[in-house]
């Protein structure tokens, strides 16, 4: 059921709004908060995405709570009586509660004030409305009350979010939303593209105007990144992707963010169940493919990547600069290993999918099909009883030994001791010999 669409039904009305809500996880809590708020006498709403979602028809696994009043301390109180565990931030005025797989987020209602553009805000206890006005779009802006009836009833939407959500629009709360805070740039393409959106008109201006004006200057590093993987972990993260690229707001951030060809390229791949992108990483090889080892570098210093990230970064330009040399027929499988074999295995995969060149993406292939298919039976210890004397020859004589079970040269263990036999005699532990 829509309620912005089709209204409350008689059973619905029956139902208190968070229940609509809440899984199995997560009831046991939400049931103690909702009787400890009415003990203490405390207003307690739910406020944000569930409600956003919940107007929609839509399930929301996470539940966001603003206490008018001391939130951190109800929080305390609620871990307390159903034995769960709670972590404060008190600058913030937030806790979330933890039981088994289930945890609520509470927030003090508060009133931000931003001292400049692209701070963190500086937040002061408030109320509900106050609460409300600093959150990002409007249709983040409503809230429903713990101990509500009705559903409809109990709405509180002072910004008028539920006409956004019938119009299908994202609209900012006040003109300076994307000046204070220029995350929520990010933001407004995720949402516009997880729910089909547009941007409302003056929104759009905005945006635009953010963009031309750099604001995410103003932003360190790793906040962009945080806004960017939280983009990435959408259902369909080449959406909100490529809107950032075709908006110029990656190139506000890193000039050298404008090509979108690859991300396209690894989208039609996924789409056509040709591949399956398990985490962020695959989407950030094919950002990053296009780019210099410099701009590279600079990527990664801009938004201050951590280890997994800036490796991937730094494979993609690595392997996109490797195409002249793959791209040939006929290439010997060793070659390829020798070529391939210290990448990631999934910035090859995700590479074989967004290269330009044919036979570039075909030798990629030959080389995943053959991937782990071709090590050795014999390992360092059995090289070593076998007379190989300990150090670089080891390595050596495995890497040969890999190279020839590649080429198909030997074929089984009694072939591989031969070869070792015969290098060990001449004292040749790393050229190939033929056999």
Known sequence: ?????????????????????????????????????????????????????WLLGLRSRDLDFVVEGDAAALARTLADRVGGRVTSYSKFGTATVALGSGHLDLVTARREVYPFPGSLPEVEPSNLADDLARRDFTINAMALHLEGGDPMASLVDPLGGQEDLRLGRIRTIHSQSFQHDPTRLFRALKYEQRLGFGLEEGTGKQFQAAVAGKYCDTVSGDRIRRELEKSLEEKDPAKPILRALETGLLASVFPALVHGEQVGRLAAATLDGEFEVSDPISWIVALAYPLSTGEAEGLIGRLNMPGGWARAVREAVRLRHLEPALNGPGMASSELNRKLGDFDIRTVAVAARITGQPEVARNLERFLEEYGSTRPVLNGNDLLEMGVPPGPAVGRALASLRDLRIDRKINTEEEEREWVRGMVSSKNYWTPRAT
């Open 1 to 53: 059921m829509n309620p912005l669409s089709d209204g409350p039904s008689p059973g619905a009305c029956a139902l208190t709004p968070i229940e609509s809500l809440v899984d199995r996880d997560n009831l046991p809590l939400y049931l103690a908060l909702k009787e400890l708020a009415s003990e203490l006498g405390l207003s307690v709403f739910l406020v944000g995405g569930p409600v956003r979602d």
